[in-house]
């Protein structure tokens, strides 16, 4: 076997590792370079350790139920029809015309829920950002139904892949034992609490633990998705002599990565199955380019261990960041912790908890490219100004979130009277109360269970290095769908839950923090009944301003009339929070400035 392409990865057995962070401009290193570290006696002594790779059960699980026609049978029967269809576009790739039809003609979707699943799927796999905003200039030039469903025509996934994708849907299945579960910080042996008819997906998506527990419980079901059909039963399962084709082992690669204990690298698992020392374990028969079922299964729940880029691993021995100042008065301490340090060159993860009645803003290097997960903040202003690839927002109160563009997904997660500020590919929310969402996003809003009073609204607002930052994640201001919302779930019938921002409501939102760059206005400007509802509140301050001038006061009267309007101005400051925002923004003393990083 060749030598193995490498990306930089901590040991196993707890140690730290230590390395170059990655690039301030996003663009990471390759996760793959290099050869192999050792000699051969040396490679023969050491063990192979797999995890779950953190992105698809993260992202990929989408944090709502899965209809019951996603369960095993039907995937099995997805997968046979696939294969023999291949000629019409449905193996070894998967066409979305091909996807279409199985997933509403077979499967009983509709026709947006299957939209959905292969949207996110097609957001996991890596593409260049020109390529993202070529694709979304040629969906927003269609002008009708038909020209955008020629366009989506020209898609297609990895059938193998994909299959595996909609089976780890059922990661959100929703857990009474995890729904009843509490905790505070964001512990890595317990899952986030919530009450009855909350369901507690999110927290799976997250959890590390959970997501080898999945692994372990459905890998033989997986592996089984995987093979050719001659390779089944006449009761469609695996026998001691199938094999496992070399493709399939390529597929199983989205799911699972790994490592020879001791190298500092990081390896699909096609390449480590192929490793000659693994061989002999895993079955491998050079003649026929497969792998026993036994012996590759075996050998998979043997190297099996919990991911070391993950959420336990962020918590338990990632960097403490000081980005947060202790309250007075409170017993509540803020926690923020990320594994940048410890994961070079790879999506960083930043966990943020209980920031408690001040204002957090951040533009650093630590935040770029990362997922973030924000925990218990209540009364607070968080301003992450960088691309970011992922942001959960779970159980905040009273607080509002001013976003970098995000590459991925924003969801947001049993909240109450949230605002958020973003451009996103896309976002989901479940379980909140009273929140507004001022976003820019090229898919639908996705308005899952439990949530009432939501409020969407156009992005509006803009910092200096915003276009350049979606540049970097490949988000254009077309297409904009922020005001047609996807319900699924419970209340999928039910529109009362949302409602579209009157423009007599809405003001522009101003980022209070200097920045160099170049974006001077909101990219993409706003619907026209925002800008006119603006325009004519300026229109009445410029009236009320003439009348000031023209009403000739006495320099007393001018006093007394400035004195009057300032009362009124730091009443309404009280009464709308706002007084609390203007004096968090004030500097720090010297020796309690928020950390740099």
Not at 43 to 48: D, G
Not at 281 to 297: D, H, I, Q, R, V
Not at 506 to 511: E, G, M, R
Request: with cysteine; net charge positive.
């Amino acid at each position: 076997m060749a030598a193995l392409p490498a990306r930089s990865a901590p040991p196993i057995r707890g140690a730290h590792f230590t390395g170059a962070s990655a690039a301030a401009n996003g663009k990471r290193a390759s996760r793959r370079g290099g050869g192999r570290p050792y000699g051969t006696g040396a490679v023969m002594a050491a063990a192979v350790a797999l995890w779950v790779r953190t992105e698809p059960p993260l992202l990929g699980a989408l944090p709502l139920p899965p209809p019951g026609r996603l369960g095993r049978p039907y995937l099995r029967k997805m997968a046979a029809y696939a294969r023999r269809r291949a000629a019409e576009g449905c193996f070894p790739r998967l066409r979305w015309a091909r996807w279409r039809h199985i997933a509403c003609g077979k499967l009983r979707l509709g026709r947006g829920l299957a939209w959905l699943y292969f949207q996110r799927f097609l957001r996991l796999r890596p593409a260049p950002p020109p390529r993202s905003l070529r694709r979304a200039e040629a969906e927003a030039a269609c002008g009708s139904a038909e020209e955008l469903e020629r366009e989506r025509s020209k898609l297609s996934v990895d059938t193998l892949q994909f299959l595996l994708f909609l089976y780890l849907q059922q990661l959100s299945r929703l857990s009474l034992r995890t729904a009843l579960r509490g905790e505070q910080w964001p512990s890595p042996a317990a899952a986030a609490p919530g009450p009855a008819g909350k369901g507690a997906g999110q927290s799976k998506n997250w959890n590390d633990q959970d997501h080898l527990a999945f692994l372990l419980a459905h890998l033989s079901d997986m592996l089984e998705l995987l093979l050719e059909p001659e390779q089944l039963s006449a009761s469609s399962h695996a026998t001691s002599n199938s094999l496992v084709s070399y493709e399939a082992v390529c597929a199983l690669s989205f799911l699972i990565e790994g490592t020879v204990e001791g190298s500092g690298t990081v390896h699909p698992l096609h390449e480590l199955a192929l490793w000659q020392p693994c061989q002999e374990k895993n079955g491998y028969s050079k003649s026929n380019n497969a792998f026993s079922f036994p012996k590759l299964e075996s050998w998979l729940r043997s190297c099996l261990t919990t991911n070391p880029f993950g959420m336990t691993a962020c918590l338990r021995s990632g960097k403490k960041l000081a980005w947060a100042q202790q309250v007075e008065g409170t017993t509540r301490r803020a926690k923020i912790a990320c594994n940048a340090p410890v994961v070079p060159e790879v999506f960083p993860m930043v966990i943020m908890s209980q920031v408690y009645k001040q204002t957090l803003a951040k533009s650093s290097d630590t935040l770029v490219g990362a997922h973030v997960r924000i925990h218990r903040c209540n009364e607070s202003f968080i301003y992450l100004l960088s691309p970011l690839r992922s942001v959960t927002i779970e159980k905040c109160r009273n607080s509002t979130f001013v976003l970098g563009p995000v590459q991925v997904s924003v969801h947001v997660h049993s909240c109450d009277n949230v605002k958020v500020i973003a451009v996103c590919y896309s976002l989901s929310l479940s379980s909140t109360t009273g929140c507004t969402f001022h976003v820019l996003t090229p898919t639908q809003p996705l308005i899952l269970a439990g949530n009432q009073a939501v409020s969407l609204a156009p992005f509006h607002t803009h910092y200096p290095m915003l276009e350049d930052h979606m540049a970097q994640v490949g988000l254009a201001t077309l297409p904009n769908y922020w005001d047609s919302p996807l319900l699924l779930g419970k209340e999928s019938s039910d529109t009362s839950v949302f409602r579209l921002l009157p423009p007599s409501d809405f003001y522009t939102f101003v980022i209070p923090f200097e920045m160099e760059g170049d974006t001077t206005e909101t990219p993409g400007g706003l619907p026209h009944a925002y800008q006119k509802a603006l325009s004519q509140r300026e229109q009445k301050v410029q009236i009320w301003q003439k009348m000031v001038k023209e009403a000739c006061l006495s320099k007393d009267q001018r006093k007394q009339f400035q004195m009057l309007v300032e009362s009124k101005f730091y009443e309404w400051l009280i009464q709308t929070g706002n007084r609390q925002q203007l004096d968090s923004l004030v500097p720090p003393a010297v020796g309690s400035k928020q950390a740099a990083g």
